[in-house]
């Protein structure tokens, strides 16, 4: 049966010569996968819809098992992400952990919001470290993380100068330090920005500016969270910590 979708590429597998396997995130039907025939073909009409990051509508004829991809059309390419081997970097990992934390035929139709306004925004010219730690907060209870963000995971107490707990899953305030000695140190700005991106609308994002050790404060926490219950190992990850490293040099 065919039936039309609004979605984002996240994924594209090479199958045979022509041919190429896309996985797409949708607004109608969460995440699916499609077959599309003869795409790595240059004069394909599919080769360009079936490009990473591409938004667009897709016709699938869908049954039990792969759909097949029959035609799309471009709603947003995401030129800047394209053009930018940075960006493409960072948009690479949003999608890959997109595709990591979701399962097969789910519709949410927020998470595709967030996902289009993530891209959209970062497509824009905004921070794309901002745009990336927002969409990790925001994917927490996607895979089952509760960070404890409105008080201190060890007393209740919503007063004093918090800290983060790795072991506590969450703030710790200062008058309980001591139980967990590997705390991670926070200013006020980056107790803020996590209770914020964990918790507000992206769709109200204005320009935020962030100084530098605040980013680095907001990126130790976020990652040591992930590592140690997410359970995820990102190929998109670690080659945008080589850039990092790379982009310092310049």
């Known amino acids: 049966m065919l039936q039309k979708c609004e979605g984002i590429v996240i994924r594209t597998t090479d199958y045979s010569e022509t041919n190429k396997i896309v996985t797409i995130y949708t607004r109608e039907w969460g995440k699916i996968g499609a077959m599309a025939r003869g795409a790595k073909k240059p004069n394909s ?27 799309g059309e471009i709603i947003t390419s995401f030129r800047s992400i394209g053009e930018d081997i940075f960006l493409t970097a960072y948009a690479s990992y949003i999608v890959e952990l997109t595709d990591k934390c979701t399962d097969e035929k789910k519709p949410n ?22 745009l990336m730690n927002i969409y ?54 980056a107790v803020k920005l996590l209770r914020l991106f964990y918790y507000f609308d992206l769709s109200r994002l204005g320009n935020i500016s962030v100084k530098q050790e605040t980013k680095a404060e907001l990126k130790k926490v976020i990652t040591a ?17 080589s850039m990092d490293q790379f982009r310092n040099l310049l």
């Open 136 to 189: 990790e907060m925001k994917m927490l209870n996607v895979i089952g993380m509760y960070p404890i963000l409105n008080q201190c995971s060890i007393c209740g107490s919503t007063d004093g100068h918090f800290s983060f707990s790795i072991r506590e899953g969450g703030f710790i305030c200062h008058r309980c330090l001591d139980k967990d000695p590997y705390h991670f140190k926070l200013s006020t700005a």
């Open 109 to 130: 139709p927020f998470h595709f919001e967030l996902l289009y306004q993530t891209l959209n925004f970062m497509n824009e010219g905004y921070d794309p470290d901002i």
């Open 45 to 71: 009409r599919l080769s360009s819809i079936t490009q990473l990051f591409t938004h667009g509508y897709f016709l699938i004829s869908r049954g039990s098992g792969l759909g097949s991809l029959q035609q």
């Open 225 to 241: 969270y992930y590592e140690e219950y997410s359970g995820l190992h990102l190929k998109t990850k670690k080659f945008l910590n």
